[in-house]
């Protein structure tokens, strides 16, 4: 049976990463190409900027209901906040940029939108940062792993100082890593 996840967060999340990165790359390449390609460049670069802002929308909205539904205890709670107080502001920022960079003329435009992409792209690399600390260090949202103690799990899998695996025979063949 296939069951959805319950937290959709991170799906979106890697959207706004990706489209406010390629914005940012695409605009920066415009200064590597020859002018009959700027402007594509260009175009590109604005249409992952306005999609970056869409997706945000929906980053901000999941993420926001994953606060109130995630399980955690307080120390992750306190790292939570932390990630919330960046996502906010640079959702907000993400958006204004946007609409600024749609309202200003094109000549405008070579200059706004590097400096404006910097500052979300930093904002953005800053905030997806501490939410992957929650995933990582804190273990929110993951489902757990089940306890390896099914027959024919005959072997270690290394001390806790994090040694590689130690196999008894070598030959287990009742499944795989």
């Not at 502001?89 to 094109?106: D, F, W």
């Not at 992957?132 to 489902?143: A, N």
């Not at 590689?164 to 030959?171: C, I, M, S, T, V």
């Amino acid at each position: 049976m296939i069951t959805l996840i319950s937290n959709i967060h991170p799906v979106f999340v890697h959207f706004t990463v990706a489209l406010i990165s390629l914005a940012f790359l695409t605009t920066i390449s415009t200064y590597f190409v020859g002018d009959d390609k700027k402007q594509r460049l260009l175009d590109y670069a604005l249409i992952s900027l306005y999609l970056g802002a869409l997706f945000t929308v929906a980053t901000v909205a999941t993420g926001l209901y994953a606060f109130g539904t995630v399980k955690h205890d307080t120390l992750s709670h306190m790292a939570m906040v932390n990630h919330r107080n960046w996502a906010i502001p640079t959702a907000i920022l993400i958006l204004i940029g946007a609409a600024l960079v749609y309202t200003k003329r094109k000549t405008t435009l070579a200059y706004l939108l590097p400096i404006v992409l910097v500052i979300l792209t930093t904002m953005v690399i800053i905030t997806s940062f501490k939410g992957g600390e929650l995933v990582y260090r804190y273990g929110l949202g993951v489902m757990s792993i089940p306890q390896a103690s099914e027959e024919g799990h005959n072997h270690e899998h290394g001390s806790e100082k994090g040694e590689e695996d130690q196999h008894n025979d070598g030959k287990n063949e009742s499944h795989n890593h």
